[in-house]
């Protein structure tokens, strides 16, 4: 296919230098037949082309699209991957991997014209090993039970800001022994110490403004024990600044979202 560069120097060729076809055809690298269309059609190639609007082959996911909209009607942010397993659980053989692009097409055209708008999420650039990142975060809005009681629970989440490496851990409540024991689970899955721990401005960790003052540490007795103990520099974020955390902030919402599929594709989706 000729490109407009192309075209514009046959035109040239043809009209400015009063080349014969041929000739302007060949300097501008393209056969007489390309060169007599586009001579006669007066335009470039970036003016001629019409967009498809027409299938080129069968729409594959057609008959059972009828049971993959509910699903996206009832759980916006059910991720098209998670979807497109499931399919091939559910229809052994009939789909396969290679058929998740055009799957997430379909959703997103969806989405774009019937769902709900996306939030904008600005990403920062981390070194690696320089700021591992820690919080709580509550899992009661996910609706999930156990044999039918509902399980009123929160996570220690612990992430490598550059990698993306998780550890987790249930707790009850954001307390000081739920913060050790959680990040001694990490640690140990992790296999080694960091040389710097960031959480936010939480009360198990980080004393009051006015207590800091009158004491001189920013963090707890417990808390700065627990920090020597493992040889890491403590750091915290300042009060209602969730943004200085915000791998981990965007690691609970990508936790959370995974889970709410699974549940979402078992049958109990959050309420």
């Not at 942010?77 to 497109?84: D, I, P, S, T």
């Not at 559910?90 to 708008?117: D, M, Y």
């Not at 009681?149 to 490496?165: D, E, G, I, R, T």
């Amino acid at each position: 296919m000729a490109t407009d560069q192309q075209v514009k120097r046959l035109f040239k060729l043809v009209n400015g230098e009063n080349r014969a076809r041929a000739t302007a055809a060949a300097k501008a690298g393209m056969s007489e037949n390309t060169a007599r269309k586009y001579l006669r059609a007066g335009k470039l190639p970036s003016e001629m082309r019409t967009q498809r609007t027409y299938r080129t082959r069968p729409d594959a996911f057609a008959d059972v699209w009828g049971d993959i909209l509910p699903y996206l009607e009832e759980n916006p942010g059910l991720e098209v991957k998670a979807l497109a397993e499931d399919l091939q659980r559910r229809h052994p053989g009939r789909f396969h991997s290679s058929q998740l692009r055009t799957l997430q097409r379909r959703v997103k055209q969806w989405r774009a014209e019937a769902g709900p708008g996306k939030e904008v999420y600005f990403d920062q650039a981390y070194e690696p090993s320089e700021r591992p990142q820690s919080d709580f975060t509550c899992m009661n809005k996910l609706g999930v039970t156990i044999q039918g009681q509902p399980l009123k629970h929160m996570l220690f989440h612990f992430v490598l800001a550059y990698s993306y490496w998780e550890g987790g851990t249930i707790c009850k409540s954001e307390s000081f022994e739920a913060l050790a024991e959680g990040l001694q689970n990490a640690l140990t899955q992790l296999g080694g110490v960091l040389r710097l721990h960031q959480t936010d401005s939480m009360s198990c960790a980080v004393r009051n403004p006015k207590r800091t003052e009158k004491e001189g540490a920013p963090f707890t007795d417990r808390y700065g024990a627990l920090m020597r103990h493992y040889g890491m520099e403590a750091q915290h974020t300042q009060p209602r600044r969730p943004n200085e955390n915000g791998k981990i902030e965007q690691r609970h919402y990508r936790l959370k979202r995974a889970i709410g599929n699974q549940l979402a594709l078992r049958g109990s989706p959050a309420r």
